[in-house]
């Protein structure tokens, strides 16, 4: 039983942590950056499209992170027989 309960909770953070946010988040601001034309654009608003991805993007890129550790760590964990 808690084989199971390991298994899928590690399923359950990884969806929850590291995909969701990927297709909700981070891939609708890459597609929004990719959208600006550095060369066509002034140097204020380059700067103001990076201030308005970068924070965002590294806050969610980090918790992809830590979701996704935490997924391979109690992996480990099953493989080890704990």
Same mark, same amino acid.
């Given at each position: 039983? $808690?084989?199971? $309960?390991?298994?899928? &909770? &590690?399923? $359950?953070?990884?969806?929850?942590? *590291?995909?969701?946010?990927?297709?909700?988040?981070?891939?609708?601001?890459? +597609?929004?950056?990719?959208?600006?034309?550095?060369?066509?654009?002034?140097?204020?608003?380059?700067?103001?499209?990076? +201030?308005?991805?970068?924070?965002?993007?590294?806050?969610?890129?980090? #918790?992809?992170? *830590?979701?996704?550790?935490?997924? &391979?760590?109690?992996? #480990?964990?099953?493989?080890?027989? *704990?």
């Amino acid at each position: 039983m $808690i084989i199971i $309960i390991i298994m899928l &909770s &590690s399923f $359950i953070i990884f969806l929850a942590g *590291v995909h969701a946010p990927t297709i909700i988040i981070n891939v609708p601001l890459n +597609n929004k950056l990719q959208s600006i034309n550095a060369d066509t654009e002034d140097e204020a608003a380059c700067k103001d499209a990076r +201030n308005n991805f970068e924070a965002r993007w590294n806050r969610w890129n980090r #918790i992809r992170t *830590v979701a996704s550790s935490v997924s &391979s760590i109690l992996l #480990i964990l099953l493989l080890l027989n *704990v």
